[in-house]
């Protein structure tokens, strides 16, 4: 509630204020070593903080600084948030930007082989993508180019969006519509006879 005064307070040794709430003052605070303020809410300073070695911020929420943050080792930012910097950073080898979000650069990237951009979100580069073989557009969104789709082997466009070429459809036997939208044509139609059956769907 407040400053105590003079005698112990309630809760143990006197201090200015609770370092839970604010500064403390003086003697040890109820909570452990003297702090300006807990790392959890911002910088420590002087003595070691209550959360472990002090730390300018803590890593999950921005940069540390001078000595280990509490998370790991020291980074520039989380390589959830950004880019790290120097060391290595707290969820594996240091990459530009965590592959989940955008490209990684010169190291593995976290999910796995580096790709210019996450299978989940568009095309993959020189490597071999997360989800599989490397594919023009994850088979969720669109075509698949050159090798066998994610989802199976490779179509023009999933079966769950339309017609597939070539190979047994996902769902089973190629057909010119997924059964869940439409009827199943036949098993090993040809491209020709496939948009014939679209054209005449249509």
Do not use: Y
Request: glycine content about 10%; overall charge positive.
């Amino acid at each position: 509630c407040g400053p105590c005064v003079a005698r112990p307070c309630l809760c143990g040794p006197c201090v200015e204020r609770c370092s839970l709430c604010g500064p403390c003052v003086a003697r040890p605070c109820l909570c452990g070593p003297c702090v300006e303020r807990c790392s959890f809410c911002g910088p420590c300073v002087a003595r070691p903080c209550l959360c472990g070695p002090c730390v300018e911020r803590c890593s999950l929420c921005g940069p540390c600084v001078a000595r280990p943050c509490l998370c790991g080792p020291c980074v520039e930012r989380c390589s959830f948030c950004g880019p790290c910097v120097a060391r290595p950073c707290l969820c594996g080898p240091c990459v530009e930007r965590c592959s989940l979000c955008g490209p990684c650069v010169a190291c593995p990237c976290l999910c796995g082989p580096c790709v210019e951009r996450c299978s989940f979100c568009g095309p993959c580069v020189a490597r071999p993508c997360l989800r599989g073989p490397c594919v023009e557009r994850c088979s969720f969104c669109g075509p698949c180019v050159a090798c066998p789709c994610l989802r199976g082997p490779c179509v023009e466009r999933c079966s769950f969006c339309g017609p597939c070429v070539a190979c047994p459809c996902l769902r089973g036997p190629c057909v010119e519509r997924c059964s869940f939208c439409g009827p199943c044509g036949l098993i090993s139609v040809s491209l020709v006879h496939l948009l014939s059956l679209s054209s005449h769907a249509l």
